[in-house]
Each structure stands twice: as structure tokens, then as C-alpha cells.
């Protein structure tokens, strides 16, 4: 079993925190999570890659166990945690790597490679949209309201984002056997959700995700021109992110790998030894040995 570090960095004068494993001297892999979690999700894929590569996990501001400042010390949007990420790794010494983003971790994520294309070896997106098509119209709707106008009625429809039920949804639909997913999953997250002005933040990222679709023709360009390897492995009944938008890879990249799995949005908490084993495999084809 690999050994899991549980670290903290100060980076731009916040704490953030992260999950590292595996040689450091090893291809690296960094791990983004995606709403309402954090690293946490990735606790049992850790150890599935860290035997071979040198694994980073770390903590979106506002999430897990970073730093969670108010809204009124730190102006939370997408290109803001990607900046952090990006100075974090540069601490802790990784300038290559491959990345694996679900949900939120996908935005932060095309940012990092838009950047610094060269610095990304491999992409493994896991319900990680970059398309139109991945949007599922009946999620998207209310949130896309609130784009259009931030009012009393539109944040109450976002704030049942932020209540227990939803977030147990989250987990839940379109597993076939919801008896795999463990409770801890959303307790965990839900506790975190309703630390004292965290809803603050939360409204706050939503709104801003509207500026992640006018990032889509500069990613997809970025796939096109890069070829990076690709790996779009997908719970295909994500009523959140659909399968669609897994399928929309192969339009710039021709040679992206396709895997859609019976499962929802967190496809780790129901199919991880099928991603794990998946994802190895492409890691195999994909990266350098060390």
C-alpha cells in the first residue's frame, strides 16, 4: 500500500492543502476534484496509481481543508484557484504533468494547460466538460438564469445546490447499485458546504463559471495543435455533464480514448478499479518512463 502525505502549502498567502503520494522522481499525475468536494474524492485512487507515479491532490481554495477566506478577502473565480494551482505545483517542484480533472478541476485545469501548454504530458478528463454538448440541459437551466441575472429567485435555486438532498444526488444518480457509494461521500462534503459564509463562495463560483465557456474554442484549438494524449473516461448517466460531452473530445482530438461507464458523476465512488485500471493502461501508452 502506497504511503499518502497530507501536506500543507502557503502559497500567495493562503494555506492550501494536499494529498501527495509515490516517487517523486516518477512521471506525475495531478488530480483536480471537481463541486462539492476535494481531494478527498481521489483517497482511494491514490494508492491505485501511486506504485508509478508521483501523485498530487491538492484542495481548491474554499474546498477541503484550504484556506476558505470570505468573500470579501478573496475573489473567487475559476482563473484565481487555477493561479494557485499553478504556483502551487511550481513550489513543490513539478513542471510536467498529467492532469485528471472532474468537474470544477476541468476549468482549472484548461486554464493550467492554456498556459503552459508543454507542461502537460497527458489529459484523463472524468466528467470533466470542455463542450457545449456536455451540458445537460435540465441541470444547466437555473444556473444559466443566474448568469443572466443574479436576484433573490435565481440564488434560491442555486442555494438548493448547497442542501443536503442535492448533494446526496450528486453521488447517487444514475448509479445502478447506490450501494457502493458510501454516505461518508456526502456527509463529508455537506459539512464542508456549511461552514459559516462558505454558501458565499459557493454563489460566487457559480456565477463565474459563465466564463468558462468562452475558454472552449482556445481548449479545443489546444487539443487540436498539441495533440496530447486524451483519455475521456465517463459515467455516461451524469445527468450533470452528459455523455455527449465525453464524445466531443474526438472532434479535436481524433485519437482521444473513449471509455463511457454505467455510472454518474462521481465514477469513483462506483467503478474504481474499472478507472483505475483504465487510466493506467493509457498512462502506460501515454507517458514516459522515469
Request: hydrophobic content about 45%.
Amino acid at each position: 500500500m502506497a504511503t499518502i502525505h497530507h501536506r500543507y502549502a502557503t502559497v500567495r498567502g493562503r494555506r492550501l492543502f494536499y494529498r501527495e503520494a509515490g516517487p517523486v522522481d516518477a512521471p506525475a499525475i495531478v488530480l483536480l476534484h471537481g463541486f462539492p468536494t476535494s481531494s478527498f474524492m481521489f483517497r482511494n485512487l491514490i494508492p491505485l496509481l501511486a506504485d508509478r507515479y508521483h501523485v498530487i491532490a491538492p484542495d481548491h481554495l474554499g474546498f477541503g481543508l484550504s484556506d476558505a477566506p470570505s468573500v470579501d478577502e478573496f475573489d473567487y473565480t475559476f482563473d484565481a484557484l487555477a493561479d494557485l494551482t499553478r504556483d502551487l505545483l511550481a513550489q513543490i517542484g513539478v513542471d510536467r504533468y498529467a492532469l485528471y480533472v472532474q468537474d470544477y478541476g476541468a476549468p482549472v485545469g484548461w486554464r493550467l494547460a492554456l498556459a503552459d501548454p508543454d507542461a502537460v504530458t497527458a489529459i484523463v478528463s472524468q466528467n470533466g466538460n470542455g463542450y457545449e454538448a456536455g451540458f445537460a440541459e435540465k441541470f444547466w437551466t437555473p444556473i444559466r438564469a443566474y448568469w443572466q441575472a443574479r436576484t433573490p429567485e435565481t440564488e434560491a435555486s442555486m442555494r438548493e445546490a448547497l442542501t443536503l438532498e442535492v448533494t446526496k444526488w450528486q453521488y447517487l444518480h444514475g448509479v445502478p447499485d447506490e450501494s457502493l457509494v458510501s454516505p461518508d461521500t456526502w456527509e463529508h462534503d455537506f459539512a464542508l458546504l456549511s461552514r459559516p459564509g462558505n454558501d458565499l463562495v459557493q454563489l460566487q463560483l457559480f456565477a463565474d463559471y459563465a466564463g468558462n465557456l468562452p475558454l472552449y474554442p482556445k481548449l479545443h484549438a489546444y487539443l487540436r495543435d498539441s495533440r496530447v494524449p486524451l483519455l475521456a473516461v465517463w459515467g455516461r448517466n451524469d445527468e450533470i455533464f452528459q455523455a455527449p460531452g465525453a464524445l466531443a473530445f474526438a472532434e479535436d482530438s481524433p485519437d482521444a480514448e473513449i471509455c463511457l461507464l454505467n455510472g454518474g458523476h462521481f465514477l469513483l465512488e462506483s467503478h474504481l478499479d474499472a478507472v483505475a485500471g483504465i487510466i493506467r493502461s493509457f498512462l502506460e501508452r501515454s507517458l514516459p518512463e522515469r
